[in-house]
């Protein structure tokens, strides 16, 4: 059983960075901070990092953008024209239980923020192999940074 919960550790402080940043950032996107809209222009970087987070890219790649809709798709029912509007918001806002969720899930992405912060000065502080612990940490760091600027 020790033997597991060292695993836990080592691979909790591993992954702890990348939890704590998709969930930073997914509280961002949950009231569309990253979009603009209205006045708002978001700050480059939260659109950045909302990149990251949802298509795993830190600049974006034009050739990636889909292709637009031909006139014949425009012209048939259910197309990406109809498809466009049912996917506008109201403009009144969201709803009242939508408003409720998106606060519920604001406040999980802080305590599992909080969580993983509290886990890491766990896993740094409380295991004999401190080193190996913050060897870690900065692995999964630099992991995902490297993949991204690669």
């Avoid at 896993?123 to 992991?143: E, M, N, P, Q």
Wanted: glycine content about 8%; hydrophobic content about 45%.
């Amino acid at each position: 059983m020790a033997s597991l919960r060292i695993w836990h550790s080592y691979l909790s402080v591993f992954i702890a960075p990348s939890v704590i940043f998709f969930a930073l950032t997914g509280a961002l996107q949950i009231f569309s901070f990253h979009e603009a809209h209205g006045g708002y222009q978001p700050p480059a970087l939260l659109e950045k990092l909302a990149r990251v987070h949802k298509d795993q890219v830190f600049e974006r790649d034009e050739h990636h953008q889909p292709p637009p809709p031909t006139a014949d798709a425009r012209d048939e029912p259910g197309a990406d024209g109809e498809r466009a509007e049912r996917a506008q918001p109201d403009e009144a806002g969201p709803g009242g239980l939508t408003l409720a969720l998106k606060w519920f899930f604001l406040l999980v992405a802080l305590v599992l923020t909080t969580s993983s912060a509290l886990g890491l000065w766990i896993g740094l502080t409380h295991i004999t192999r401190k080193r190996v612990s913050a060897l870690l940490l900065c692995g999964g760091c630099l992991v995902p940074l490297l993949l991204l600027i690669v």
